[in-house]
């Protein structure tokens, strides 16, 4: 009479999370996050882990659809939204235990920062952007547009090509370029769509956030070749006290493959020189 039938039938609570790997430091109590940006991989940050394992504690996540997190990543919306991936991005923080944290994003890894920081301030320390989507221009709206009309119908491997040359043109792009293209095969044709769709109000969104000064450090990490994406952030931090740029010469999108000696010496130094509250301006060269 006493005993308790167990419920079956009581539907399992499956709780999704991202796929994360953590490189941990004894010696220090300072976390990194690394995101990356769409078609790319926790893969694009391999010149770091070494350099940066040294002084702190790192976490590289992929995103929904991206790398080992292309099984199963479902957020229970048919479409995603740069404010359900952060908060996926919270999910594994609270998972690991972490409470703050200094954040490293590129490409479009750097708004899902900017939007974590937005509704989940209390988590980040300071950020670091790489080719730091900020603004669109006429000739990115134009390729936005372009996506959006035939992303349907042209195979979705052509089309990120055609932009990764776009964005990456130059000989000593090339690294960058394949690295982003092979990790985006793996990418299903659903999940590039799903992301895809994220720009189809991306002009508001990015003016909008950057009317809203977080008030947490940020150095841009902008190549001098980086044409379509440099001068609206040359803009910005006119704008804000707690925001530095550094460029660098003969690099283009992604500097923290193209320069990545560089890359992790000024980075490096604006963590550290952040710990005691500084933000100093990099011009690198």
């Known amino acids: 009479m006493g005993t308790k039938i167990k419920d079956i039938f009581a539907p399992k609570l499956i709780v999704f999370m991202l796929y994360y790997k953590t490189y941990l430091n004894k010696e ?5 996050v690394f995101i990356h940006g769409a078609g790319g991989s926790s893969v694009v940050w391999y010149k770091q882990i070494q350099p940066y394992a040294r002084h702190f504690n790192l976490l590289l996540i ?3 659809g991206h790398g080992r997190s292309a099984k199963g990543s479902e957020t229970g ?3 995603y939204t ?5 908060s996926d991005v919270v999910k594994v923080l609270n998972h690991i235990g972490i409470k703050k944290a200094h954040f490293v994003g590129v490409s479009m890894g750097t708004i899902i920062v900017r939007q974590l920081a937005e509704i989940h301030k209390e988590y980040v320390s300071s950020m670091i952007m790489v080719g730091a989507i900020t603004k669109l221009n006429l000739k990115s709206r ?5 996506g959006q009309i035939f992303h349907k119908v042209i195979p979705y491997m052509w089309l990120y090509k055609v932009f990764a040359f776009i964005i990456m043109p130059m ?3 090339e690294e960058s370029r394949s690295v982003f293209i092979r990790e985006a095969r793996k990418l299903a044709r659903h999940e590039f769509i799903r992301w895809f769709k994220l ?3 991306l002009t508001a969104k990015l003016q909008r956030m950057e009317e809203e000064d977080p008030g947490i450090p940020i150095l841009y990490v902008m190549g001098e070749q980086d044409y379509i994406l440099l001068e609206p952030v040359k803009e910005l931090v006119k704008k804000y006290k707690t925001r530095s740029l550094a460029v660098i010469e003969k690099c283009g999108h992604v500097a923290n493959i193209e320069k990545a000696e560089l890359f992790n010496e000024l980075s490096i130094d604006f963590l550290k020189n952040n710990s005691t509250g500084e933000s100093p301006l990099h011009t690198a060269r």
């Open 28 to 32: 220090s109590d300072q976390w990194v």
């Open 62 to 64: 992929d995103l929904h």
């Open 199 to 201: 720009t189809n109000r």
């Open 142 to 146: 134009f390729l936005v547009r372009v």
């Open 82 to 86: 740069f404010k359900n991936i952060a």
């Open 77 to 79: 919306t048919s479409h």
């Open 171 to 173: 000989d000593q792009h």
